[in-house]
Structures are given as structure tokens and as C-alpha cells.
């Protein structure tokens, strides 16, 4: 029997996906927790936090500050100076520069975001919002 071929997906339409998800489900008020969004959506929520700020919507002084500092071309290690931070945490306050690596967990990702949207298409059809 022949092996299945692998499908082909297109990677920055997944990546704005993702965003898109994540921003919809950010944006709703009062603003939910990162954590609850991050629950919802069965995602880590440092990669909630991350798309936020690669999609430029999330807002907090660490962040803020971690963004500035990057904007003006200091290196992580600068960073890591003047905020206190550990490598990982000033990694965790920069946007994504590229796709996230990890392809095969995103494309499980992408599943389940097909899955939340139709969740939440069903209660909003139900509930009339």
C-alpha cells in the first residue's frame, strides 16, 4: 500500500489564522484573561501572548518596554540587562519574525481553530449574538 502523500499548506495563511483566532477571541468584552483564551484554544499561553504581540494588539508595560527597547536595535542580551528578564522571557515579548517551527503542531493547531470557530459560530447562532 502506498504511503499517503503529505499535504501541502500554505504557511502564512495558517500564521494569520492563528492571528486571526487569537485577536477575535482577545478583542471580545471585558477582555478575557490570556490564560482563559489560552485554555479556550488549547494553546501554551506564551504563544497566545506572542501572537498578540506580533499581531500589535496586546498591551502591557513589561511588553511595552521589551518592544521599545528592540525597536531602537538593542540585542537580547541588551534587553536582558536593562529589563531583568531571562533570555526566554525577552524571547517571549518579541513578535514572531518568521513561522513557528514546531510545522506539525500547527497544523494540529489549525484543526482545532477550525473546531473553536465552529463552536463559537453554533453558540452565536444559538444565542442570537
Known sequence: M??????????SSVMADLMDTVVSAY???PKPSLQTIADQLEFNLIKVRKLLITAEVYES?????????????KSVSEIMSATG?????VNSYLPYTKFPYKAD?????????????QKKAAVEGHYGF
Open 27 to 29: 478583542a471580545v468584552s
Open 61 to 73: 508595560d513589561i511588553a511595552d518596554e521589551v518592544l521599545q527597547l528592540h525597536r531602537e536595535g
Open 85 to 89: 528578564l531571562s533570555r526566554p522571557s
Open 2 to 11: 502506498p504511503r499517503q502523500k503529505k499535504k501541502s499548506y500554505d504557511y
Open 105 to 117: 503542531e500547527i497544523f494540529v493547531t489549525a484543526k482545532k481553530l477550525r473546531k473553536y470557530r
